[in-house]
């Protein structure tokens, strides 16, 4: 009995520890984005936000990516979604990125929310902690370009509700190719 409480102690402190420390992933990626040029003042402009802490990303032809994230309605955690991307074209590496996209109203947030959304048609570049990327997508056309993550910059506006900046993480993918980019969405 004694050995099984221990056990179930060592669990729950274990349980906790990691729970806290995917916490401050999420406390982390939002302090980055805030203190990222243009991003920082969608979070007081927004309805809600998806954040994705790490997208992992890696190619050589046919690339694929996928990264975990969370949604925000005015600040508060409403449920859990993922992305997964698929491209094809000239593309040889492997990067780890932030992204966060923000939803300018009701609207945008519940197409997000509404089961399986997707962006689509991006050309992207980037190397090491630095990068520049051009999208054409079903949000609309976009550019941006960010440092890593002590030092991003980001620039970008509202199209069709909705808002996506990305800093590098690290990694070196050079890409030109085509991609599709799904996420899909879970209530808590």
């Known amino acids: ?3 099984q409480l221990i056990s179930l102690g060592a669990a729950l402190l274990l349980a906790l520890s990691l729970n806290t420390a ?8 939002i302090k980055v984005f ?22 992992g990303k890696g190619g050589f032809g046919i690339g694929g990516a996928y990264g975990e994230g969370r949604v925000f309605k005015k600040g ?3 449920g859990d979604t993922s992305t997964t991307q698929l ?13 966060i996209i923000f939803f300018q109203d009701s609207r945008a947030l519940k197409e997000f929310t509404s089961g399986n959304f997707e962006f689509s048609a991006q050309a992207s570049a980037v190397a090491i902690t630095a990068g520049a990327q051009a999208a054409a997508s079903t949000t609309g056309s976009s550019t941006g370009t960010s440092g ?11 199209t069709k509700g909705m808002a996506t900046f990305t ?3 690290g990694g070196l993918m050079y890409e030109a190719a085509i991609a599709g980019q ?6 808590k």
């Open 76 to 78: 508060t955690y409403i």
């Open 1 to 3: 009995m004694k050995k």
């Open 182 to 187: 799904k996420f899909t969405y879970k209530t």
């Open 34 to 55: 805030k203190n990222a040029g243009q991003s920082g003042g969608f979070f007081s402009n927004s309805y809600g936000y998806a954040l994705f802490p790490t997208i």
């Open 87 to 99: 491209s094809f074209g000239f593309q040889m590496g492997g990067q780890a990125f932030s992204q």
């Open 167 to 169: 800093v590098a993480k």
């Open 22 to 29: 995917w916490a401050d992933e999420y406390s982390d990626a």
């Open 148 to 158: 890593g993550q002590n030092d991003a910059n980001t620039k970008g506006k509202y």
